[in-house]
């Protein structure tokens, strides 16, 4: 049986497959958005379940991201995930210190928090 950190290590280099894939050319449409929810998913600091809860904070990790990668490498075609591969292998951390991105996905997060509020709100009162 493959450990927990083996585990991860996969799902951190399938998220970098993704990241590239989603910037390839030739890579349907539908392949980038699942694949675009699972880079921003693997990337965001805030989870459906807090990391610091032992055992569940890792759980959502090892099922929402698998499956989103599993349905993004079956939307898009074999040659391109090749070659994805092959970028990670020879880049394996094509992002590391990326500010932008870590401000923008936590106002996204902020966004809907607060929507999600105003709509509870709606519904209580």
Known sequence: MQSWKDKFKKIKKDSYTLYFAYNHPKTPKLGKVIAALAVF??????????????????????????????????????????????????????KKNNKVAAFVIILIWCFLTVFIFKLLKKLVY
């Not at 809860?53 to 990790?61: A, N």
């Not at 499956?67 to 092959?86: D, G, T, V």
């Open 41 to 94: 998913y693997f990337l965001s600091p805030i989870d459906l379940i807090p990391d610091f809860i032992p055992i569940l904070g890792y759980l959502d990790d090892l099922i929402i991201l698998p499956i989103l990668i599993s349905i993004s490498f079956k939307l898009i075609p074999e040659n391109i995930l090749k070659e994805c591969k092959a970028q990670v292998e020879k880049n394996p951390h094509p």
